[in-house]
């Protein structure tokens, strides 16, 4: 017999399945519609040079820019970019078979940085609660896997998050391999509920399909206990985090592309 706690575990797992299936096809609507933006542009602009020219025609090739850099943009006006411009490199594609092996001490303390575009955010990693995470996390940074990935989602309407770690930027992407779920019953997770600062694992849903995709909360948000509780943000990287969540995010529903450029220049897993 189905409890009711476990009906609400339920409920709250397939309202968050629902919404990164709408996400998904705002995505595909997005690249036909940004599609036929380009074409129908492109007729204009071969009988309207001297409009272009003039500074007619300049806001909506920024406008077609943007959307194009951001497939779930839309061309219209939102809030300025507080991010900057992204350092030199490209994103590895590297992937392996299987999880890494044990390597970090599980007693010891750890810190994920993240050098952002947007600042710095620094974790402290909850080793001995999650070390098949953090253990993941030491190996990937220190391969350079999350290095010039962008986080390619926020929601700002239910849940309170940026999702980033995926080397892809589709939302489908990871390291080949999965790690299983771990301290789910983390003593700061109440009543169904991810409190401002966690870092969490993504999944699909089902258990122990994480591999590199996370997400950092910026303000308390109501989850079940699915995803793997992993670390806290310091009182200066909730700053940057802040900043990322008040530009919005780019299709106006509550859940696409951030309108900040949030770009991971660097990623490092220190031991003190």
Not at 112 to 133: F, Y
Not at 223 to 246: D, N, Q, R
């Amino acid at each position: 017999m189905v409890t009711q706690e476990q009906r609400k575990r339920q409920l709250a797992r397939e309202k968050f399945l629902r919404q990164q299936q709408r996400r998904t096809a705002a995505r595909r609507k997005a690249r036909v519609r940004n599609s036929v933006i380009a074409s129908v542009l492109g007729v204009i602009l071969v009988g309207s040079l001297a409009l272009y020219t003039s500074g007619v025609m300049k806001d909506d090739d920024k406008a077609n820019a943007s959307a194009e850099a951001t497939p779930s943009a839309q061309a219209t006006s939102k809030a300025p970019d507080p991010c900057e411009k992204a350092a030199a490199g490209k994103v590895k594609t590297a992937t392996w078979k299987k999880e890494p092996a044990m390597s970090i001490d599980k007693s010891a303390k750890y810190t994920l940085d993240l050098a952002t575009t947007c600042g710095k955010i620094d974790i402290a990693l909850k080793a001995s609660a999650a070390p098949h995470t953090v253990n993941s996390f030491d190996f990937l940074a220190n391969k350079g896997f999350f290095d010039h990935t962008e986080c390619h989602r926020l929601t700002t309407n239910g849940i309170y998050v940026l999702q980033c770690g995926d080397p892809t930027g589709s939302g489908s992407g990871g390291p080949g391999y999965t790690i299983p779920d771990e301290n789910l019953k983390d003593k700061s997770l109440k009543s169904n509920v991810y409190p401002a600062g966690t870092v969490a694992m993504a999944n699909t849903g089902q258990a122990h399909t994480g591999g590199s995709q996370f997400f950092l909360v910026y303000q308390d948000s109501q989850l079940p206990p699915s995803y793997t509780p992993f670390g806290t943000i310091s009182e200066s990287g909730m700053k940057v985090l802040k900043k990322i969540a008040a530009a919005g995010e780019s299709t106006g529903a509550g859940d696409g592309a951030p309108n900040a450029t949030v770009v991971i220049n660097k990623a490092t897993v220190t031991e003190s």
